[in-house]
């Protein structure tokens, strides 16, 4: 049996390889949720709002190819010709106008789509949650892994976020100095980002004919954009505020953000349905504070993480670990699909 810590894309992409080539596994995920960093809130009746990973490119393959596989719809983000630009307290917003964009997409009903059309392929038994790993001993023939429970595998994938396991599981044997030193200095893509999202049960913005695109270097929003569902019949704004205004309470973020909302949009942007947001900084299994400041994608895709450890018994995998598009869901789906290939030609060498 294969264990996989992490119930992210790439560990729920990774079991359901292994599923289909009829090798045994099992998920262990620390939150009492799937999905990782993919996180979408549905509310009855309102459009499906983002709080995690949201867009993606043509460039971007091989996540493509598995929304194909998977028949899963994507469509075009909505984005302005002319955008309001905040660049200070003192000035007035601006209406610009913006060149043409290289297009982004969403999925079709949400990103949690993709995850919870993995999770249907698998069996409940197969994912157990609340299991946050705290030590792996590395044996002659098993790997056992201690978690809430105690479990013993022929190996292990480590589908999380490097700096976390670095910091936060004791391995015995020891891993390589070099890579656990790495991995700590691994930026974990989104740990300080926070995003917020604002239903409406109508598009003041389409209403009004102004946009509603906003672009901001004053904040506490920086960045906002129309969030609409696919068919364009629920209606929403989603974005990030400045990462500095995570030392404020839930209240205070929220007043200051309809402030700017208010004087940018007019009063119509307070006649909001619900109103999220996520702190990704204060989300346990996300973040871990670094010993020194790291650059956004600092040592993603770093060369050291293509390491199989201990005789094939500990293999690296996350969107951080990817060779393509480290950080993203691009480089989650790259990673998942490579370790399901190297699990599944070490398991028919040895047979």
């Known amino acids: ?26 998920i262990l995920e620390a939150r009492d949720r799937i999905g990782g960093r993919i996180d979408t809130v549905y509310e009855t009746k309102q459009a499906p709002v983002e709080m995690g ?9 091989h996540l493509i190819e598995l929304l ?32 043409g964009q290289v297009p982004s997409y969403r ?62 599981i004791d391995f015995e044997p020891g891993l390589p100095y070099e890579l656990r030193s790495v991995a700590g200095q691994t930026h974990t893509w989104m740990e300080d980002s ?13 209403d009004q004919r102004i946009p509603a695109t906003l672009f901001s270097t004053i904040g506490p929003v920086t960045e906002l954009y129309d969030h609409c569902n696919h068919q364009k019949t629920k209606f929403a704004l989603c974005g990030f505020i400045n990462t500095s205004f995570k030392s404020q309470t839930f209240k205070e973020r929220k007043a200051s953000v309809l402030t700017q909302l208010k004087n940018v949009f007019g009063v119509k942007a307070l006649d909001y349905e619900t109103y999220q947001e996520c702190v990704w900084s204060t989300e346990l299994n ?22 199989v450890l201990f005789d094939d018994k500990i293999y690296i995998s996350s969107s951080e670990s990817s060779r393509a598009f480290p950080g993203y869901m691009e480089g989650a789906v790259y990673a998942g699909n490579l370790t399901a290939e190297k699990i599944i030609n070490a398991v028919r060498i040895k047979v």
């Open 1 to 26: 049996m294969i264990l996989i810590l992490g119930a992210g894309l790439s560990g729920l992409l990774t079991g359901y390889r292994l599923k289909k080539a009829g090798i045994p596994f099992r």
């Open 68 to 99: 194909k596989e998977l028949e899963l719809a994507h469509f075009e983000q909505y984005i302005d010709n002319r955008v309001f630009y905040q660049t200070s307290a003192r000035a007035p917003t601006q209406l610009v106008e913006i060149p």
């Open 107 to 168: 999925i079709s009903g949400g990103t949690s789509r993709l995850i919870h059309t993995l999770y249907d392929k698998l069996d409940t038994d197969e994912i157990l949650l609340n299991q946050s790993a705290t030590k792996i001993t590395t044996l002659k023939d098993t790997v056992v892994v201690h978690a809430n429970e105690v479990f013993e595998a022929a190996a292990v994938v480590l589908s999380m976020p490097p700096k976390l396991w670095a910091k936060r």
């Open 286 to 307: 996300t973040f871990e504070t670094s010993d020194t400041f790291l650059y956004p994608h600092q040592n993603n895709g770093n060369p050291i993480f293509d390491s």
């Open 194 to 206: 926070i995003k917020i999202g604002l239903t409406y049960t109508h598009p003041f913005w389409k």
């Open 53 to 61: 990973a949201t867009w993606f490119t043509k460039q971007h393959k």
